[in-house]
C-alpha cells in the first residue's frame, strides 16, 4: 500500500521551513504550495520526494483542490501574514480560515475512506472555547483591541472556530488539532518542550517561549505517531519549551 503525503501550507515561513525539514529527513513525501519559488531552497526543488507547487492557494479551483488533497493523508498549515502594513490589512484577511474551510471541503469532497489530518499552527492568544478557558478581564480588554485592530489575530480565531465548530470531533474525513506555542524563538536545534491542554501562563502579560524548531517537531510526531495523534485530535494543544511554563 502506498503511503500518503502531506501537505504543507507556509512551508517557506519560519516555522514551517523546520516541519519540512524534518519530514525530508523521514523520507515522507512532502507537498508544498508557494507563491514564491526564490523563498524556497535549491535542494527542496531538485528532492523526488517534493513536490512543489507553484501559486497561491487561495488561487486554486474547487477541482484543483480535490487533485492537490487526493493523495494525502496530513495536512498541515503554517499560514500567517506577514507583519508589514499590507500583511496585516490587506487582503486575503482571512488567508487562514478560508484556505482551511476550502481544503477540507475538497477533501470531504474526496469521500477518502481514511480520515486525513488536519494540523492548524495557532497561537496561545487564541482561547480554546470548548474548555471554557478563563483569562483575566485586563487579558480579554487587550484581546477585545487586538480583534478591532489587527485582522491575522481575528483569522487565527475563526480558523480555529470553524474546526471546532464545523468539522468538530467526529467527522468521517477529517481529523484535526491546532498547536498552540507562545512567544516564538529561533533556535537551531530540537530541545524538550512541554504539551499542555491550556495554557500555564497569560499569553498578554507573561508570555513563555516556544522554539519554531520544537513547533515543527511536534507537528512532525502528530503526523507520524498515532497515539500522540489520539491523544491531541479534535483538541488545541499547547507547547512551550521545557522549563519556561511555570
Not at 134 to 149: A, T
Request: hydrophobic fraction near 35%; proline fraction near 3%; aromatic fraction near 4%.
Amino acid at each position: 500500500m502506498k503511503r500518503m503525503k502531506t501537505l504543507v501550507l507556509g512551508a517557506s515561513g519560519a516555522t514551517g521551513k523546520h516541519l519540512v525539514h524534518q519530514l525530508i529527513i523521514k523520507g515522507i513525501e512532502i507537498k508544498i504550495v508557494v507563491r514564491s519559488l526564490e523563498r524556497i531552497p535549491e535542494i527542496w526543488k531538485k528532492n523526488t520526494r517534493i513536490e512543489v507547487i507553484h501559486a497561491s492557494i487561495l488561487d486554486l479551483s474547487t477541482k484543483e483542490m480535490m487533485v492537490l488533497t487526493a493523495d494525502c493523508g496530513s495536512i498541515v498549515s503554517c499560514l500567517g501574514h506577514n507583519l508589514n502594513l499590507k500583511g496585516i490589512y490587506g487582503k486575503p484577511r482571512k488567508l487562514v480560515t478560508d484556505t482551511a474551510r476550502r481544503l477540507c471541503n475538497a477533501v470531504k469532497a474526496n469521500k477518502e475512506n481514511k480520515p486525513v489530518k488536519y494540523i492548524l499552527m495557532n497561537t496561545t492568544g487564541n482561547r480554546n472555547r470548548d474548555l471554557n478557558e478563563e483569562v483575566s478581564l485586563v487579558q480579554k480588554c487587550v484581546l477585545i483591541l487586538l480583534r478591532l485592530l489587527l485582522p491575522p489575530h481575528v483569522d487565527n480565531e475563526k480558523a480555529a472556530e470553524y474546526l471546532s465548530k464545523e468539522i468538530e470531533q467526529k467527522n468521517k474525513h477529517i481529523e484535526w488539532t491546532a498547536v498552540r506555542p507562545d512567544g516564538l524563538t529561533d533556535e537551531k536545534e530540537i530541545s524538550e518542550y512541554t504539551i499542555h491542554q491550556s495554557p500555564t501562563r497569560s499569553a498578554i502579560f507573561d508570555a513563555g517561549k516556544t522554539s519554531r524548531i520544537n513547533v515543527g517537531n511536534f507537528m512532525y510526531r502528530l503526523i507520524e505517531e498515532q497515539e500522540l495523534w489520539k491523544k491531541w485530535e479534535g483538541k488545541m494543544p499547547v507547547i512551550y519549551n521545557k522549563g519556561l511554563q511555570d
